[in-house]
RNA sequence: CGGGGUGUAGCUCAGCCUGGUAGAGCGCCAGCUUUGGGAGCUGGAAGUCGCGUGUUCGAAUCACGCCGCCCCGACCA
């Protein structure tokens, strides 16, 4: 792609809205545009790593054995008179009459609706366990939306809804989804602390918090150092340890009655970006969704539900990785792998040769955003350092004539010399 | 919803107290120069001063009402 043609508005300054680091930054590299509190659109680059977020979740999900289907994000108030949520959700659920004066409303969430496509369905017990999932766009009309992304109004949530037979098929279901989060998170670059969580409004009693670390994360977590050092995508993870491990959040945090040695404890700010929760039977048991049992009787299913917050989680990963220069991209979610840069657009030599290699990085399959405006160097280091792609590769005046490019990392800021050649083998797949 | 703040050009902000034909920097457009860290010169475009009502000869400025947005708190992925 190149920038000269990318939709990309910059901000050299951070508008006055924007209070935390992850906002002014996506404001400011292009990523989005809000339309109303809480409620923001999506440019390109901000799209990009949100589809790139979302397809990480997506084949975790698939890894785990969940299947993807999209519910309507346009409710009828009467599923959720049926489920007794109607009253209970509050304010936070956006009510509105249809053309029939029907009561709609904007999903919040979608138990209801996961739970009538299954009593509609599913029949027999010879076909759970079941495992759905979806990425949709919700809306909960927060009282307060803040901090950008990360606390928006409408929000895009990958949720899923397990469906089994009995007690122990559903903790089955719920320790799968417990690794498929750890994975997922770790694929991002981020390090997830699991907590156990209070149920909420929407009930249960097995429930757990996923909080990844960042500097400035909204609370502080003390955690077991082995969390750091377990491989979450080991096949024999030992779940159970997992949730016997400490981690707590500073207001359950107590020093002196803490089990983990100092020299164990570890502690950080904690982002949520999950929550998983086992809740019985208590939609299906509500909306009637049950299946014939091996001996023939009725038999209530046992549900659990699972979120992420994709559109949070972009959010999230910048607040884990910028520096006073911008955002640093995990490669895992980099809206490109490389940024590559003419620095001396006006010089043909420098053009022809920039030209080229990013056709042949196209070629061979390089996420590559070619800076080739007319600017100068600096305006181009800036805006590659402002939007945080992995890598630049950097072509000017001087290399040209010795042969060769520059390859700069852009976390670590090291730069090193080597031949267009092995240049496009270094990031050849 | 309670408390606080704010609304003037795309962005950051001055002007408001003390009423008199709307400003700066950055960005944008044109031209020339420049080119290894957010360039220089010249010229230019761009604002219903959030909306409404009122006071006044005259309102960005004063009064009243409304709306948006932001921050703190209670709530949440």
Redesign the pocket.
């Known amino acids: 792609m190149r920038l000269s043609a990318y939709f990309l508005p ?8 924007a ?2 680091v992850s906002h002014q930054l996506m404001l ?1 590299a292009g990523m989005v545009r ?1 339309l ?4 923001y659109s999506w440019l390109p680059l901000g799209h990009a790593v949100l589809r790139r977020v979302e397809q990480i979740v997506r084949e975790e999900m698939e890894r785990a054995g969940c299947q993807e289907i999209l519910m309507p994000s346009v409710q009828p108030a009467e599923l959720w008179q049926e489920s007794g949520r109607y009253e209970a959700y509050g304010k ?1 659920m956006l009510r509105f009459l249809d053309r029939h004066e029907r009561p709609m409303l904007l999903g919040p969430t979608h138990e209801e609706v996961v739970t009538d496509i299954f009593r509609r369905c599913i029949r027999s017990y010879r076909d759970l366990p079941q495992n759905l999932y979806q990425i949709q766009w ?1 809306f ?1 009309d ?6 950008g ?5 409408e ?1 895009l ?1 990958k949720d899923n809804y397990s469906f089994d037979l009995d007690f122990e098929g559903a903790k089955r279901s719920y320790d799968n989804m417990f690794q498929a989060y750890l994975r997922t998170f770790k694929r991002m670059g981020l390090t997830a602390i699991p907590m156990r969580a209070d149920s ?3 009930g249960g009693d097995m429930s757990h ?1 996923f909080q990844i670390l960042a500097p400035t994360g ?1 609370s502080e977590v003390f955690f077991d150092a082995a969390f750091e050092e377990i491989d979450f995508f080991a096949d024999d993870l030992d779940i159970e340890r997992l949730k016997e491990l400490y981690a707590a959040t500073d207001e359950q945090h107590d020093p002196s009655a803490c089990p983990v040695p100092a020299e164990r404890l570890r502690h950080g700010r904690g982002i ?4 998983i929760f086992y809740f019985g039977t208590k939609y299906s048991k509500a909306l009637g969704a049950t299946v014939t049992g091996p001996d023939g009787d009725d038999v209530i299913v046992e549900m659990g539900s699972y ?3 994709v ?2 989680l972009v959010g999230a990963l910048i607040e884990a990785n910028h520096d006073d ?2 955002i640093i991209w995990p490669e895992s979610v980099a809206p490109f792998r490389v940024g590559l840069i003419n ?4 010089d043909e030599t420098c053009t022809a040769m920039t030209s080229d290699l990013d056709a042949k990085l196209r070629r061979a399959g390089v996420s590559t955003l070619y800076d080739d405006r ?6 181009k ?6 939007i945080g792609l992995p890598y630049q590769v ?7 004539k010795a042969g060769v490019v ?1 390859v ?1 990392d852009r976390r670590t800021g090291e ?1 090193v010399e080597m031949s267009p050649d092995a240049m496009l083998d270094r990031f050849a797949r």
């Open positions: 910059l901000l050299k300054e951070s508008p006055a809205d209070q935390i400011r809000q109303s509190a809480g409620i936070e919700k909960r927060e009282i307060r939306p803040r901090f992304v990360m606390r928006g109004r929000f949530m909420g409004a929407i918090e909204e949520e970006v999950g929550h979120g992420i917050g559109s949070r220069k911008g620095l001396r657009a006006s007319n600017e100068s160097p600096g305006v280091f800036a805006t590659m350092e402002l950097i072509v000017g005046p001087r290399g040209v520059e700069k730069t």
